[in-house]
Nanobody, 116 residues
Framework: QVQLVESGGGLVQAGGSLRLSCAAS????????MGWHRQAPGKQRELVAR????????YYANSVKGRFSISRDNAKNTVYLQMNSLKPEDTGVYYC?????????WGQGTQVTVSS
């Protein structure tokens, strides 16, 4: 089992920045990827960014490329999502997700609200 706890969400004005953190605990053996998904009001969840073990290039959704950056501190078992130049359409609940093969572990989510 893997437990994921997100933090860092909040209310920010458009153009501002936030950094989300995801602290992972439990059995991290064979966790091959970690990422962030978000769910905007009335929309389906979407993958925002993903970092894959052993691969130097991270994945970003087109809507966040150049503004968001995902990183990982293996010593702390923590994944970060640095979000800059935030837009109102970035509003939503952000979930941390860990992958073990095709199995996904999800955190409880943290709310991000961007005001115009």
């Amino acid at each position: 089992q893997v437990q994921l706890v997100e933090s860092g969400g909040g209310l920010v004005q458009a153009g501002g920045s936030l950094r989300l953190s995801c602290a992972a605990s439990g059995s991290m053996f064979s966790i091959n990827a970690m990422g962030w998904h978000r769910q905007a009001p009335g929309k389906q969840r979407e993958l925002v960014a993903r970092i894959i073990s052993g691969i130097s290039t991270n994945y970003y959704a087109n809507s966040v490329k150049g503004r968001f950056s995902i990183s990982r501190d293996n010593a702390k078992n923590t994944v970060y999502l640095q979000m800059n130049s935030l837009k109102p359409e970035d509003t939503g609940v952000y979930y941390c997700v860990a992958l073990r093969g095709s199995f996904e572990y999800w955190g409880q989510g943290t709310q991000v609200t961007v005001s115009s």
